[in-house]
């Protein structure tokens, strides 16, 4: 990544890690363990795991720590965090790591649409930013995306690596398509009948990729694929129909770019996501990784395939968010949260989850992304229209 004034040459990267417990951000430490001469933790938050948070904080040396769940704030390990770390609470402390001047890059790993704030904040305080947390680029692309600088906003979802890797050195004009590759999910191949009875253990068990639990669930659905449209929409500039889904069982390409003279180009390797993580952080560097090599001679051939957008009506519901666009995405995106929920709660069928979603989509208005108040208010409005729209579909 581009290097702040303030850091001596030749100092480590000072790395901000927000969420530092989950899939990502867990990975992320991985990969700063790995790299430690290149890689400083420098603040590290988490939702809840004040376990989690201690140990990393101990083993990094970390002098800023956040729980965004202040309820958590009486916790007694808390005591074993490192001398002269203060542990700060409430969502507003994690916003605030984001921006803290001894930070060159922020590693936005939260979940949902929650995680806007922090990389809200950080793009106002000139930082770089390893971006994992696409439900915000989903809602508020329209606004954080003018704010970023180029070269300083790497995508961390592995497609969005791939599609960000195959562009380096190309001209924004001379794409004519994304393909963002899928694998399809637990429950490919099924029909609409097959999929009403399905549970949530059943969906968590994901073929290719380990994910936290919220994901897991949009990746059955297909929603994970649908926002990845939206995603890659602004990351890259391009209409939505211009972004292909292509359904790739072997999870090998994570993604390709067709180009306007019909050359393409792919980026392919083992399914591990610490990769997209180090290169988000080593741009426009490579440097050396411990992921899996693929053996390409022992590889089963490759196939691809249309996504079935009849039986997962969340992927075309979101393809027609990012149509429309404005605070749509938004909208449809808290409709999707609060029926993800629900589903990994045992609280609504499967295909409730695209009727909560539809259902929000018909009621709410799409306005011009203006701010994030205004996003937040449109956050919580979907968020009690699908809770209206749960009960409705539960009776
Ligand atoms: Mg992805």
Redesign the pocket.
């Known amino acids: 990544m581009t290097k702040d004034q303030t850091r001596a040459a030749g100092e480590p990267l000072r790395v901000a890690v927000l969420g530092c417990s989950g899939s990502i951000g867990t990975q992320t430490l991985d990969v700063c363990r790995r790299h430690a001469d290149r890689l400083r933790v420098v603040a590290l938050s988490v939702n809840s795991s004040t376990d989690l948070l201690v140990r990393a904080a101990r083993e990094f040396g970390v002098a800023r720590v956040a729980v965004a769940d202040a309820s958590r704030a009486g916790d007694p390990v808390l005591s074993e965090l490192p001398d002269g770390c203060e542990p700060s609470f409430g969502p507003e402390a994690v916003t605030e790591l984001a921006s803290l001047p001894d930070v060159d890059v922020v590693v936005n790993a939260l979940v949902g649409f929650a995680g806007i704030h922090a990389g809200h904040a950080a793009l106002l305080a000139g930082k770089s930013l390893a971006y994992a947390n696409?439900e915000s680029i989903v809602c508020g692309g329209d606004l954080l995306m003018p704010l970023a600088r180029p070269g300083r906003l790497l995508p961390v979802?592995?497609?969005?690596s791939a599609i960000f890797q195959c562009l380096v050195g190309e001209r924004p004009e001379d794409v004519s398509r994304i393909w963002l590759t899928c694998s399809g999910g637990p429950f490919y191949g099924r029909t609409r009948d097959e999929l009403a009875g399905v549970t949530a253990a059943q969906a968590l068990a994901h073929p290719t990729?380990t994910m936290g639990a919220k994901?897991t669930i949009d990746c059955s659905t297909l929603m994970?694929k649908g926002l990845?449209v939206i995603e890659a929409h602004h990351l890259f500039s391009q209409p939505v129909d211009a972004i292909r889904v292509l359904v790739h069982r072997q999870s090998k390409i994570h993604s390709m770019v067709e180009f306007v003279d019909g050359v393409v180009k792919a980026q392919l390797g083992s399914s591990d996501m610490r990769a997209p993580i180090q290169y988000a952080l080593s741009y426009p560097e490579r440097w050396d990784a411990t992921a899996r090599r693929v053996d390409w001679c022992a590889e089963d051939p490759f196939t691809f395939g249309e996504a079935d957008e009849t039986a997962f009506g969340c992927l075309a519901l979101a393809r027609e968010a990012g149509r429309v666009g404005g605070t749509l995405p938004c909208a449809m995106n808290a409709a999707n949260e609060v029926a993800n929920e629900s589903f990994r709660k045992g609280l609504c069928g499967f295909l409730d989850i695209e009727r909560v979603v539809a259902r929000v989509m018909e009621l709410a208005e799409a306005e011009r992304v203006e701010s994030i108040e205004q996003l937040d208010e449109v956050d919580a409005r979907a968020r009690e229209l699908a809770r209206t729209a749960l009960s409705e579909v539960r009776l």
Do not use: L, T, V
Not at 157 to 160: A, G, K, Q, R, T
């Open positions: 696409k979802d592995s497609e969005h990729w994901i994970n990845e």
